[in-house]
């Protein structure tokens, strides 16, 4: 895993940070988007091998971001780690037409965090 990109999209300045922090203390390359759009311009020429992104964000969601990042031949393969809010369902059917591997409810443990990244990449890996 070490010197892989992922791509972090959270409007959350201190989610932002303390999981970057993680990432990099995991060694992993990080590139941070501070919401959907900026996250869905800067993938195809980051080339992630992974996003992990917030659900409730501004200018695109991260289900919007997962669904035109699924949309585009360039980043469809990206796989991705979607965060919610503690109580926010979402079901299989809308997840169906994204690369969404895994959801996560905040709070959330960083350790977890890092463990289900290496679980998700290692996935994607053996596809």
Do not use: W
């Not at 972090?8 to 932002?16: K, Q, S, V």
């Not at 195809?44 to 659900?55: A, E, G, M």
């Not at 969404?100 to 994607?124: C, H, N, W, Y």
């Amino acid at each position: 895993m070490e010197g892989r990109k992922v791509l972090i999209a959270d409007d959350e300045a201190h989610i932002l940070h303390v999981v970057q922090m993680k990432l990099q203390n995991g060694g992993f390359r990080v590139v941070t988007a501070m919401d959907g759009q900026e996250a869905l311009d800067l993938a195809p020429s980051v080339r992630p091998c992974l996003l992990i992104t917030d659900l409730q964000m501004p200018r695109l969601s991260g289900l919007e971001l997962a669904t035109a990042l699924y949309g585009d031949e360039q980043t469809r393969d990206i796989p991705v780690i979607l965060l919610t809010a503690k109580g926010f369902e979402i079901d299989d059917e809308t997840i169906a037409g994204t690369n969404i591997k895994m959801v996560m409810t905040k709070p959330f443990s960083p350790r977890d965090l890092l463990a289900r990244v290496g679980e998700v990449i290692g996935a994607a890996a053996t596809v």
